[in-house]
């Protein structure tokens, strides 16, 4: 490319997971909530009327951040910065913490943005490869870098790192550390209390999930604010819109609203790791709103998910390294899911056994 920067010459971009433009699909492949907002988000767009269209949105979002930082037990907005969608924290991150040739730790298999972000802003990516169960290696905890990014849960696994091994960690790691909570209100703890013990740590949060507003874009990050201000003096001017900050303000406000649907997926959640180890399939312990489930029948991983393709039943397959052998499923409402499974159950009952 004539015009484009040297250092994208060869960065691959992130690829999402596919956006189905026909009708009939069930969407079980971009972990998206299967269940509606809270009424009160709806209530709070419909409130605004011409006015939040023609100005400009409030620029540091002031009330959506005194929310957050109320409803997770920070003094004040000063602890939190929003951005449009979480993807953009981890952006900005790169942008405001990194110069070129600095080193970013993170894991394989994970969320790949991360590597993509660090590759363009010529950073160099150190990745540490899960152990035989997913979970971080001892090479890990020896690692330094000036960025580290942790999903926790991870993605595409689902498996938390525990709490306690990362406590001893945050207190040796030299750089910054990026706890990526995307998916945590389906899990069962979280590290939101490490920003107010670890000066170097930065919790973030995504209203894409759990508040099931993926189509918003909204992303909160929790830090020291002497971190926070650097993020201030990075991140675009109006990088939220008025009716992204009235939803969110509206959806974090009825918290136990979106409590009550994480409790509802978590249950179907335990139905399809049941239903697909009885099947046959490996799943690790998935403490999202997605499993991960490795398959070495007939036919193979790529075959089934291109099959169920077919029958409109869209789910995850990775051509990457571990994962060759797997399909990641979103977990859907229970009709879905029984849709997916009484599907997936007739691509392996007609498929030929090996060696038969």
């Known amino acids: 490319m004539k015009y484009g920067r040297k250092i994208l010459r060869d960065v691959q971009p992130y690829i999402p997971g596919e956006q189905p433009q026909t009708s009939g699909v069930i969407k079980l492949n971009t972990n998206e909530n299967p269940y509606p907002p809270s009424p009160r988000v709806l209530e709070a767009v419909r409130a605004l009327g011409p006015e939040a269209i023609r100005k400009y949105p409030d620029p540091p979002a002031r009330a959506l951040r005194e929310a957050c930082a109320d409803r997770f037990g920070f003094p004040d907005a000063s602890w939190v910065v929003a951005g449009n969608g979480m993807d953009e924290l981890l952006a900005l991150t790169v942008r405001t913490f990194t110069d070129p040739g600095d080193s970013i730790l993170s894991t394989s298999p994970t969320y790949t943005l991360y590597e993509t972000l660090a590759h363009l802003h010529g950073a160099q990516v150190r990745s540490i490869p899960l152990d035989e169960t997913f979970q971080l290696p001892g ?125 509802k997926i978590k249950a179907t959640r335990s139905r399809l790791i049941a239903e697909l180890e009885r099947m046959g399939f490996v799943v690790p312990p998935s403490q999202a709103n997605f499993v991960l489930a490795e398959w070495r029948g007939e036919p193979d991983a790529r075959t089934l998910f291109e099959s169920l393709k077919e029958r409109k039943i869209y789910i995850r397959y990775f051509d990457k390294p571990r994962l060759t052998n797997s399909i990641r499923i979103t977990v859907g409402t229970d009709e879905e899911i029984d849709a997916f499974l009484h599907a997936l159950g007739e691509l392996i009952a007609v498929a030929p056994q090996r060696g038969g």
Request: with cysteine.
């Open 139 to 263: 090479a890990f905890y020896e690692a330094q870098a000036r960025v580290c990014f942790l999903p926790r849960p991870n993605a595409p696994t689902g498996i938390c790192a525990p709490k306690t091994d990362l406590e001893q960690w945050c207190a040796t790691f030299d750089g910054l550390i990026v706890i990526d909570e995307a998916y945590v209100d389906f899990a069962e703890d979280t590290c939101m209390d490490f920003p107010k013990r670890y000066p170097n740590v930065v919790v973030m949060r995504t209203f894409s999930k759990s508040f099931s507003m993926a189509g918003m874009r909204l992303g909160v990050a929790f830090a020291q604010p002497e971190i926070i201000r650097e993020y201030l003096k990075t991140k675009d001017p109006m990088n939220v819109d008025a009716f992204t900050q009235a939803a969110g303000l509206a959806a974090i406000q009825d918290y136990d609203y979106m409590v009550s649907n994480a409790a």
